[in-house]
């Protein structure tokens, strides 16, 4: 427990930095409401729909392959450190994931969802 005292003491630290500034914020900044200022901007303009609109499913659909394929990605640094201790098994049990990542970029690149309109 000894050796994660300094790092748990870190993560308390910047706690209570973090909160302070919050709190000097809340506790110092100017407060003065205004209905102008409550209006939402767009470059000068007045909004022409409300700004809870919805959304493309299409754009959610690409932000979670974005994640899905970023994590594959990161699991080939570690693997690509240890290659040469772990010698063919690493080799061949890569070459399944990668294969098995290879299968879901087809299928959906076959359903048609990579498609932008």
């Not at 959610?60 to 450190?81: C, N």
Request: hydrophobic share 55%; charged share 15%; with cysteine.
């Amino acid at each position: 427990m000894g050796a994660y005292a300094s790092i748990i003491l870190m993560f308390a630290m910047v706690a209570v930095m973090v909160g302070g500034m919050l709190l000097a914020t809340h506790l110092l900044g100017p407060k003065r409401p205004n209905p102008i200022k409550a209006q939402p901007f767009e470059c000068g303009y007045f909004p022409k729909q409300s700004p809870q609109g919805r959304f493309a499913i299409k754009f959610y659909i690409v932000a979670i392959l974005f994640i899905l394929f970023d994590v594959d990605l990161a699991f080939l640094f570690p693997w690509a450190v240890a290659y040469r201790e772990l010698g063919l098994f690493g080799l061949i049990e890569m070459t399944v994931f990668l294969g098995m990542v290879g299968v879901g970029l087809f299928y959906v690149w076959k359903k048609g969802v990579l498609e932008w309109e």
